[in-house]
């Protein structure tokens, strides 16, 4: 989590990755994460996206966007692949151009919305996940620690 937040980027973003790792360090300094790092290091990217995004869109500090807000991103009954085109939408619009490697909010995008599938002969090559890692870490942090916005929704 940290080396993402390393790469820089806009203030709201390192704004977002602090409030984000604030919440998720502590609860897990005391664990052995080495199974479950990947999910929970995509999760809290995938929570700081989104406090970032809510934060441009109303003007806001990351620390005054309400969990409530982050409905629309993380709601259930939605896709993963409509869920993820929605945040597409909504990065774009922020000014971020989804090709452009060197942004490091669409550096970090690309990792954590990549959509896993488990093949049918190799089940374990996926790190125990089905759909992209913002939500599959998410689902993760809210059973762990309580983060409570997450409906993993119709994988």
């Known amino acids: ?29 005391a664990r052995d994460i080495a199974n479950e790092g990947v999910l929970i290091a995509e999760g809290a990217a995938g929570l700081a ?17 309400a969990w409530g807000m982050a409905d629309e991103l993380y709601g259930p009954g939605v896709h993963a692949q409509e869920r993820t085109a929605h945040w597409q939408a909504r990065l774009t619009a922020a000014g971020h151009g989804l090709a452009d490697t060197s942004d490091p909010v669409v550096a970090v995008w690309r990792i954590i919305s990549r959509f896993h599938h488990p093949s049918d002969d190799h089940y374990g090559s996926t790190f125990r996940r089905w759909g992209p890692g913002y939500i599959a870490g998410a689902e993760m942090l809210h059973h762990l620690i309580g983060i409570p916005l997450v409906d993993p929704g119709d994988w």
Not at 49 to 65: G, M, R
């Open 1 to 29: 989590m940290r080396d993402w937040q390393a790469k820089g980027g806009p203030r709201l973003w390192l704004e977002a990755w602090e409030q984000v790792i604030g919440l998720v360090e502590d609860p897990f300094q």
């Open 49 to 65: 996206t989104a406090l970032y995004l809510l934060a441009a869109e109303q003007n806001l500090p990351p620390e005054q966007v």
